[in-house]
């Protein structure tokens, strides 16, 4: 365990944690942890397992969760590979969801860059990178925990002093048995938004999520996906990636409250919930509630600054009509819209 651990160990003196409960029958392996925070309450938790490597796994994701909880709404956090350039140290991060290869890429990666994380990529206001170098999970056969293997048994590089944020990719891995050159393309704003968000941790509680998350993302140049079958192509295909790319120039802003009352639409019972945040990119409207993030194309944006304040079906319908015209069937297109962004959460109805 110590071995696995060692990269993520400090210079400091260890918090001792008190001893281990006394194993059980069935679970002859025990482990007691002691986690501090200036955030959370610190405590101790108690592990119980069948296996050492039962054990291990799960103390690997304890303190993976333990950590995320320390620094939520600090802290951007991917769910991502993470390996640096060793002299320079641009980090590239290659965000994918569990299972799907960020492990293999960086066992194979990071024999040539540094090993910063196989799991959460946190990047700080300033674009700084927090290296999270913890033990690699390593599938096994099926049913069975993953092995926690020490960064150095697969020779990978230690991380550089100071790594910085310089590329974010989306792995697209094709299984199969045909082999599928790479391919790097850039990923529309919008999209790309939609894609971090779900493989984020505690998003929701950084200070306006989605703006934070859309200068993020100018600031790299752009979110890029990479499209590949084998994990061996991508130290030549991503290498451009760690070099420095310009600022993307993003066709996106806050959303801010329109004053829209002048056009005398009324008030009635339909609002907006209050939204985590909310960004126009282009024409859509991306709104982030507490458990998902909408996209609203077409009239939907209309339809939302219409419910800046409690507004009647028709106020919202006279208000679309005059944003984007009266065609045939545009009161039926207006009801259905708001009657779907009511089953969202986007709106909400007053109680009587």
């Known amino acids: 365990m110590s071995s696995a651990w060692a990269r993520c160990a400090s210079g400091d003196g260890p918090l001792l944690p008190p001893r281990p409960a006394e194993p059980l029958f069935g679970k002859p392996f025990t482990a007691s942890v002691t986690c501090t925070s200036t955030k959370h309450q610190a405590g101790t938790f108690q592990l119980e397992a069948a296996s050492f490597e039962e054990l291990a796994e799960n103390l690997t994701s304890r303190l993976t969760v333990a950590a995320i909880l320390a620094n939520a709404g600090e802290l951007t956090m991917l769910h991502a590979c993470g390996v ?44 700084s990178v927090v290296p999270y170098p913890k033990p690699l999970s390593v599938k096994q056969e099926a049913g069975t925990p993953k092995r926690q293997a020490s960064p150095d048994e697969f020779g990978l590089q230690p991380a550089p002093a100071l790594p910085y944020i310089q590329s974010i990719v989306l792995l697209n891995r094709i299984e199969g048995r045909r082999h599928v050159a790479p391919v790097l393309e850039r990923v529309p704003l919008a999209d790309a938004v939609l894609a971090l968000v779900p493989e984020s941790s505690s998003q929701a509680e950084v200070v306006d999520p989605l703006q934070s998350l859309c200068r993020l993302i100018e600031s790299v140049g752009g979110v890029w996906q990479m499209t590949y079958s084998e994990a ?69 944006p209309a339809v939302w600054e219409a419910c800046v304040k409690p507004v009647s079906l028709d106020g919202i319908t006279k208000y679309v009509g005059s944003v984007h ?25 007053a109680s009587n």
Not at 91 to 120: C, I
């Open 84 to 127: 640096a350039d060793p002299t320079t140290g641009a980090v590239v991060a290659l965000v994918a969801k569990s299972g799907t290869g960020k492990t293999t890429a960086a066992s194979v990666l990071a024999r040539t860059y540094g090993y910063v994380t196989d799991e959460t990529v946190a990047i700080a206001w300033d674009g």
């Open 232 to 300: 061996a192509d991508l130290p030549s295909a991503l290498e451009p990636l760690f070099r420095q790319t310009p600022a993307m120039q993003c066709n996106w802003e806050p959303t801010a409250a329109k004053d829209v009352q002048q056009l005398q639409i009324g008030t009635g019972p339909i609002q907006r919930t209050t939204p985590k945040d909310a960004v126009s990119i282009g024409g859509d409207l991306l709104v982030m509630l507490r458990n998902q993030i909408v996209r609203l194309s077409g009239i939907g």
């Open 325 to 349: 015209g009266k065609p045939e069937g545009y009161r039926e297109a207006v009801a259905g819209a708001v009657e779907q962004l009511v089953a969202k959460s986007v709106l909400e109805r």
